[in-house]
């Protein structure tokens, strides 16, 4: 059942966000909407049927709640990310942020944890070597950082070229990104670093493993990352964050894609051994 309610629900985001470069205005608007609550039911929806209430629990506490929060200082102080604000297109706003901008965060940190679990062993594989418990903790929380932060380099250029935000002080910026500042970025990784190091134990146990169940989640993530490198450099004229965002998710979903590559081919050389001998038949046809 996890299984087909994920397969399910990934399905229709990827259909609404193929239709995204097809629209504009106030219909692009109400589809960006509509995409990011897809997204959260589909992350906080997977890790409450694959992993149970716990999961889910601290999945909301942490990434929608804890969401919120930063960016109602980041709006209020400037604090981590640098000054800006938020336009009325994005729905109601509480404490001047969008309701569905926690939802956005809890979207893409539910895959990226599991996908990072997925690189350092989680999922029973020698990946990862000889590493400690605790050194394996932390190279997950490392990974699972970087793959949601990375996201930004093409979440960030696509909004402010919409106007859904805007910057007070934009310097200063990535070369060929200009309008957001690098204090951004940084800011987006410092606090996916504390995201990913609450959720582990709060979360529970069974976050620290992966299996089938979680193929939707993986398939998510590399889906967000070859989509948009498409989008952006074809459909939506952002030649340089098609460039940056390539480059910086490449970190963690590259190793993933090749990682899961290798396990089919693992798994299709397995079946083959394992093939039963038939008498009088040349084995060599």
Known sequence: ?????SWTLLAVLVLAQICYPL???ATRAGLTVATVVLGWLLAVGHALLSRGP???????AVATGGGFAIEAIGVA?????????????????????????????????WPAWLAAVRLTGGN???????????????????LAALGLAAWDLFLDPQMVAEGYWTWRNATPALPGLPGIPVSNYLGWLLFAVLLMSALRPLAGPTAEHTDQRDHPMIALYLWTYFSSILAHAVFLDLPASALWGAAGMSVIAVPLAVTLLR????RD?????????????????
């Open 77 to 109: 102080t400037g604090v981590p990310f640098g000054s800006y604000d938020y336009s009325g297109e994005l729905g109601p706003k509480l404490a001047g942020v969008p309701l569905i901008i926690p939802l956005a965060w809890t979207w893409m940190a």
């Open 1 to 5: 059942m996890t299984r087909r309610v």
């Open 263 to 266: 396990a089919r081919q693992a």
């Open 54 to 60: 716990r999961a889910a629990a601290a999945l909301v």
């Open 23 to 25: 629209t504009s205005g």
């Open 269 to 285: 050389n397995h079946r083959v051994d394992h093939q039963p001998h038939r008498p009088g038949v040349d084995a060599t046809r």
């Open 124 to 142: 029973g594989s020698t990946a990862g070597g000889n590493v400690s418990t605790a050194g394996r903790r932390v190279q997950r929380v490392a």
